[in-house]
């Protein structure tokens, strides 16, 4: 239930972002965000396997629908479009013990690969708000 109401947090709160450096409904409606990925948990699953440090240990995986999105990895750089999914997980850390949820978002670009993966700790609802890592995520309708 955390998790959804986090989500669910987010979502709000991105929707509800005005910022001057979000694209206009006319830029919007030239992108190409490609068709929603069909099989998002298992690419999720697959890139997960091909990451994890004992990929055998995933458990508690959750992955909701992804909705269009736009991402910018820091102020200066330019917009990625694609489908925002987030994903929750646990896993066993380096020393061999579980580490309890993470949480996390994936881009899939308008291939259908995720071409994004960030913490969600490392997300900011605000164009401004750069620095320590953060990555810019605004939903699109």
């Not at 269009?68 to 990895?73: E, G, I, Q, S, V």
Request: net charge positive; proline share 6%.
């Amino acid at each position: 239930m955390t998790f959804l109401f986090r989500f669910l947090t987010l979502i709000i709160a991105l929707a509800l972002t005005g910022c001057a450096s979000r694209p206009t409904d006319d830029q919007l409606s030239k992108v190409d965000f490609g068709p929603p990925p069909a099989n998002y948990k298992e690419k999720v699953t697959a890139y997960l396997r091909r990451n994890l440090k004992d990929p055998d240990s995933l458990k508690d995986l959750d992955v909701l629908p992804p909705v269009k999105a736009f991402y910018r990895d820091n102020l200066y750089a330019s917009n990625e479009y694609g489908w925002f999914s987030m994903v929750s997980f646990n896993a066993k850390n380096g020393f061999g013990g579980y580490g309890g949820k993470k949480e996390y978002f994936a881009l899939f670009g308008p291939s259908g690969e995720i071409s994004r993966w960030c913490p969600l700790e490392q997300v900011s609802m605000e164009s401004g708000a750069f620095g320590n890592g953060q990555h810019y995520i605004g939903l699109v309708k």
